[in-house]
């Protein structure tokens, strides 16, 4: 799949949300980000595009000096943060320390997150995507920074417009990949990342209802096994590719896909052993 052209749709849809959210006396909650309002979304993912940014263009081959301190939205005083490349004026801009920000929106806010990426989708599109630098995945290549931007994109495209009271469902081409990199990437990584419990034979089954599509997931011990063997197993889902990978993200509950067969206990279970993040 050629993620190039659904950067570019979800980069401008989310820049359409925000400033539409930027028309308003306060900027709206997001609900599926409960901690944030809109203002904080764009800050979010404007900071993470302008460092992905920056990890590319400067062919990192290690994880930049006090990453953890960036992630959290907590950088200490001595992290360089020249790379987000802020305007002059943050007047109403969100803070860390307040979310919610509730404030209007700042049009300086907006303008900043659309800057920073149309020059990340150029960044994309000048450089091999084969080529080595860091990342968080054991895949170590800039094509794997343009799939998850992608999908992180889309993810908070919905998170922007469903704020908004109207959010649209994935493409579903883009949902069958993001589907597939939730189970195979994202879940060990947050495993990893919270020190989930271990498995104890838990086995998931997620299927396509409009298009081909099955993914069996089976949690032993610490591995994550992916695969569609066709055996049985605890619980299956059936929903769009869109609703199945909003499921995996957190967005949608389970009583929202098309069918939910098997042991709720088991359901409920999937969250623990795959925390969000």
Known sequence: MDCLPHF?????A????????????????????????????????GG???FVAHVIAERFQEPPDDLANLIARTPSAALDLAFLRLPADTTGWPLPEQEPNRGPVPQTLVDWFTDGAL???????GRDPAERVWTWSQEQSVAFWVRIQTIEAAVHRWDAENALGAARPLDA???????GQ????????RRAWTKAPRGAGERFRFRRTDGPGAWTVHFDGDDVRVGDDGGPCDVELAGT???LMLFLWHRLPADRLDAVEGDPAVLDRYFTLVPPV
């Open 173 to 179: 081409e883009l949902a069958h990949d993001a589907v």
């Open 8 to 12: 570019r749709r979800e980069i401008l």
């Open 119 to 125: 020059a990340l989708e150029s960044l994309f599109a």
């Open 182 to 189: 939730a189970l195979d990437v994202m879940a060990p990584a």
């Open 48 to 50: 993470v595009q302008r």
């Open 14 to 45: 989310f820049e359409a949300a925000a400033r539409r959210a930027a028309g308003a006396d306060a900027a709206p909650l997001v609900p599926s980000c409960p901690a944030w309002s809109v203002s904080d979304l764009v800050a979010h993912l």
């Open 241 to 243: 590719a869109s609703d």
